[in-house]
């Protein structure tokens, strides 16, 4: 399986600042289509995982343009501008390059 | 609009089968291309992608699980079940269903249903 790896696992933060989450996988997520299929969730306290950014870089419908992702190969990022109450929760890395569909291990944002 | 909801026994003791099922609308599951998949998170650990039955009726396991899970559907396509054999403590959890649409990822989820398996 694909180990997908994140950091920090603990992430402080003050309103309105800026903040980036690491996500490295063990090998490379460039699908044999040529696309890379890393996708980043967010879980609020008490609520299912929902979708943020997919394919590396392009935001889900709604998402606001404070959250950014970038990174290829094996080493990807997700970044958070001006960070409001609303983003406080875990932050999840998924693969479905490779079978199984693996995730990080989470990354938590809160309040310094 | 997308909806997914889970349901399922609460708790079960150690050694039986855990029965799941997704309730889905606004979408099918016979429309190419569509899949709906399991996925369960422990309290305080993070997702593990369990298995996906799509619209063909083709199933999908993990392979760390696969000897213990079945994966099915209804024949109107609007629930899919997930049955876990020979249940213990490390599958208490919440499990959850979502739909994998044109891209391979999860855009939709459902509330999750937790499961406490004790004795």
Known sequence: DVLMTQTPVSLPVSLGGQVSISCRSSQSLVHSDGNTYLHWYLQKPGQSPQLLIYRVSNRFSGVPDRFSGSGSGTDFTLKISRVEPEDLGVYYCLQSTHFPLTFGSGTKLEIK | ?119
């Open chain 2, 1 to 119: 609009q997308v909806t997914l909801k889970e349901s399922g026994p609460g708790m079960l003791q150690p050694s039986k089968t855990l029965s799941l099922t997704c309730s889905f609308s606004g979408f099918s599951l016979s429309t190419s291309g569509m899949v709906v998949s399991w996925i369960r998170q422990p309290s305080g650990k993070s997702l593990e992608w369990l298995a996906a039955i799509d619209w063909d009726g083709d199933k999908y396991y993990n392979p760390s699980l696969k000897s213990r899970l079945t994966v099915s559907k209804n024949t109107s396509n609007t629930q899919v079940f997930l049955k876990i054999t020979s249940v213990d403590i490390a599958d208490t959890a919440t499990y959850y269903c979502a739909r994998i649409a044109a891209i391979p990822l999860f855009d939709y989820w459902g509330q999750g249903v937790m499961v406490t398996v004790s004795s």
